[in-house]
Each structure stands twice: as structure tokens, then as C-alpha cells.
Nanobody, 124 residues
């Protein structure tokens, strides 16, 4: 089963930028649609962005649309989340996840492989 490892989190000031990376352990990564989710303290895990297996289609939550960009490099078995114009309310642990579906989906129930998460903290 593919394993996922996130990196790139950290502390950033409001209106700053960060790029998260998620590296997969297997070549089969290119067969999976991928998603990014986040979970703030005391809140449920929520959808952020998703990308199809070839990277041709994407979906975003309304809260990040226009600020975040998801992309993938199947040759490197890696998916990225470029986060711009960050806000304090973006503070959370960010998780990448894989689904056997080919199309992007915001539905958490379809994702069956998860990374360990990376902390993003945005100061005001």
C-alpha cells in the first residue's frame, strides 16, 4: 500500500506563503487522485483541495479558492499545495490523502491512505 509523507509546514505571518509537499512511496501513486485536508484544534477534518490522477482537473473548497493551488508531478510521485495570502484561520494540521478514484473528490470517505500531517501556523 502506498505511503504518504508530508513536508513544508511551518510558521508564517498573515499574507505570507508556504508550499506543502506530499511524497508517495510507490509508482502506483500516478493511478490515484489526491487530496489535501486540514484539521484545526477542536474542529473536524475538512477538505481543502483535490487533483485528478493525471492532474487535469482540480477542486477547491470555497475558503481557499483563489489563494491555494494544488498540483502534482507523477514523475516524482509528489503532490503539492501552494498556499498564498495565508490567513490566521488557515492554521491547522494539513494532511494529504490518496483515493482509488481517478477524479478529484471533496468527500473524505473516499480517501483510504493518509499521511501523518504537517503543522501550518499563520500568525496575525
Amino acid at each position: 500500500q502506498v505511503q504518504l509523507v508530508e513536508s513544508g509546514g511551518g510558521l508564517v505571518q498573515a499574507r505570507g506563503s508556504l508550499r506543502l509537499s506530499c511524497a508517495a512511496s510507490e509508482q502506483t501513486f500516478s493511478s490515484y487522485a489526491m487530496g489535501w485536508f486540514r484539521q484545526a484544534p477542536g474542529k473536524e477534518r475538512e477538505f481543502v483541495a483535490a487533483i485528478s490522477w493525471r492532474g487535469r482537473s482540480t477542486e477547491y473548497s470555497d475558503s481557499v479558492k483563489g489563494r491555494f493551488t494544488i498540483s502534482r508531478d507523477n514523475a516524482k510521485n509528489t503532490v503539492y499545495l501552494q498556499m498564498n495570502s495565508l490567513k490566521p484561520e488557515d492554521t491547522a494540521v494539513y494532511y494529504c490523502a490518496a483515493t482509488s478514484l481517478r477524479s478529484p473528490t471533496p468527500e473524505l470517505k473516499w480517501y483510504n491512505v493518509w499521511g501523518q500531517g504537517t503543522q501550518v501556523t499563520v500568525s496575525s
